[in-house]
């Protein structure tokens, strides 16, 4: 209750207010007879100390300032003085002190009684209490039956709305949902935001904003409370109230909507838990334990809803990383874009997802790159492995070629998006589980090099890469095609090759990429140790 509304009741009536219009918005809650000047012990915020002037007879100017400034720094409502029959006026310098730390001090009769004065006070906060408790009690009946129906969130609002009577949205961020009801401008920024205080009987934290449209050029005040829930990361439930003083009636339709969409979103997740379990085993059937039972197969596609088209694919990437398992909810949704019809498959160490559509419709690695950009300019060290477009019967390849290309690229990077067409010869290693065997496709030379002179062998690399154009590898490189030649007659001389024999250059060929892949893959997972 306000202090101005407590001193139009009862005998506090017949109170003088001696400050003026000072701290009368302040908050009533409670109130004590002043029993020592160590108030900081006993007393508490928006409490009405009650003391008469004797209680401040022989105290020095400091303490009696020391006091003031504790009642002021504790949020004390106001001070009662109640004068005694041989008192009839308090000190200028008792005022003063009061407006210095913007106390209100209120003056009361010698003859009005220490229990009329808390009857006044505790009776309408008791009144007004129990009338908060019945609106909460009320509208969480109101609810009740509500919830007994499973109500959408869409419901909810409509609900909440018609109780709080003003216009409220549910925000559900990063599930890109808005539950609104009632007139909102749009395109709306927050310009300033502090904290509510709710009161006694609110366990949610509020935030005040202070919103601005560009689309009508006004401002709006709006409530928001945060969700904390399973289910959303940024869940947000705002009511625009246009300036308009929330009482605390309308905080108790507001913690009962919060108590109902909190269960709302509980129930959300748990249903979301039970679907990716559900479809991670489909999956898991499918991809890892594929049935060679043609029935048994259809049975679980059908079950899927991926069996409307005759050609599968699948993208998959590894989660072992951390920033690749934060990501990975992130990419799922984005690749899901790329096709009507999938199912994904999580596994500890990696993530799978798989489509289903017309051959003339396969994917791309293009396609891949450009629904993945923003994922892939934060996360440079992640490679998609995207596999062959296969027909129902090689379904149970699909999984093993994915595998095999990221496990390729742990230890040799190629690309961001890699097919095994992409892998050429390698191919065969990694099926007969063989890698280790590549390193002795490299000359022992080559290795020498790349480890005691890594500029001369990036230009062996670069010359390999340029089809061995010495034009074009000094552009590469930005160096004179002369320096080229020269580097590359070092090159010659300590690896003792002819650069025009096509079989000595195939050999070193392919132990220029094994090198390089393999020092690409390791600055991938430490980027810390490049050169």
Not at 24 to 35: G, I, K, P, R, Y
Not at 242 to 256: A, S, Y
Not at 366 to 371: N, T
Request: with cysteine; proline share 2%.
């Amino acid at each position: 209750m306000k202090l101005k509304s407590l001193l139009s009741l009862g005998d506090l009536k017949t109170s003088k207010l001696l400050t003026d219009a000072i701290g009368l918005d302040n908050d009533v809650e409670s109130a004590m007879v002043l029993e020592a000047l160590d108030i900081e012990h006993w007393s508490k915020a928006n409490q009405l100390i009650l003391t008469s002037f004797y209680a401040f007879e022989g105290i020095t100017e400091e303490k009696l300032e020391d006091f003031f400034f504790k009642m002021r720094k504790i949020g004390i409502s106001g001070l009662v003085i109640k004068m005694d029959r041989l008192i009839k006026t308090i000190p200028e310098w008792v005022i003063e002190l009061s407006f210095k730390y913007e106390i209100p001090l209120i003056k009361i009769a010698h003859d009005v009684s220490y229990e009329k004065i808390l009857l006044a006070i505790y009776e309408p906060l008791l009144n007004y209490q129990t009338h908060i408790l019945r609106t909460y009690y009320d509208v969480r009946q109101r609810f009740t039956k509500l919830e007994r129906q499973s109500p959408s969130f869409k419901r909810i609002m409509e609900e909440f709305h018609s109780l709080i009577g003003v216009p409220c949205s549910l925000k559900i961020i990063d599930k890109q949902l808005d539950f609104s009801c009632g007139e909102i401008p749009d395109n709306q920024v927050v310009t300033d935001r502090i904290e509510f205080f709710g009161g006694e009987f609110t366990r949610n934290d509020y935030t005040q904003l202070t919103l601005f449209s560009q689309h009508t050029g006004k401002s709006q005040q709006a409530l928001e409370v945060s969700l904390f829930n399973p289910f959303s990361n940024n869940c947000l439930l705002l009511i625009y109230h246009d300036h308009k003083e929330i009482k605390e009636t309308d905080l108790m339709i507001i913690e009962n909507t919060v108590d109902v969409l909190q269960e709302k979103l509980n129930t959300e997740f748990l249903l979301k838990k039970e679907r990716y379990e559900c479809l991670n085993n489909l999956a898991d059937a499918i991809l890892q334990n594929t049935p060679e039972n043609p029935e048994e197969l259809n049975s679980l596609l059908k079950e899927a809803d991926m069996n409307h088209h005759k050609f599968y694919q699948a993208i998959a990437f590894s989660t072992k990383d951390i920033n690749n398992k934060l990501q990975k909810d992130k990419v799922l949704n984005l690749l899901k874009h790329l096709k009507t019809h999938s199912i994904f498959f999580d596994h500890h160490n990696y993530s799978l997802i798989l489509f289903n559509f017309d051959q003339d419709t396969a994917l791309t690695k293009s396609a891949i790159r450009r629904v993945l950009s923003t994922v892939l300019e934060q996360n440079p060290s992640m490679t998609f492995a995207v596999s062959e477009l296969k027909k129902k019967n090689d379904l149970k390849e699909i999984l093993m070629e994915c595998l095999d290309i990221l496990h390729f690229s742990e230890q040799f990077y190629h690309d961001d998006v890699v097919e095994l067409a992409d892998i050429g010869i390698f191919r065969h290693f990694i099926r007969n589980d063989q890698l280790g065997l590549i390193e002795d496709l490299v000359p022992e030379k080559l290795l020498i090099l790349a480890q005691n002179n890594y500029d001369l062998f990036e230009t062996l690399y670069q010359f390999l890469r340029n089809n061995r154009n010495y034009k074009q590898t000094a552009e590469t490189m930005f160096l004179h095609s002369k320096t080229i030649r020269y580097r590359l007659s070092k090159i010659e001389l300590f690896l003792a090759i002819d650069l025009n024999d096509p079989l000595q250059m195939m050999n070193h060929e392919i132990g220029t990429y094994i090198i390089k892949m393999r020092r690409t893959a390791f600055e991938k997972t430490n980027p810390t140790h490049k050169r």
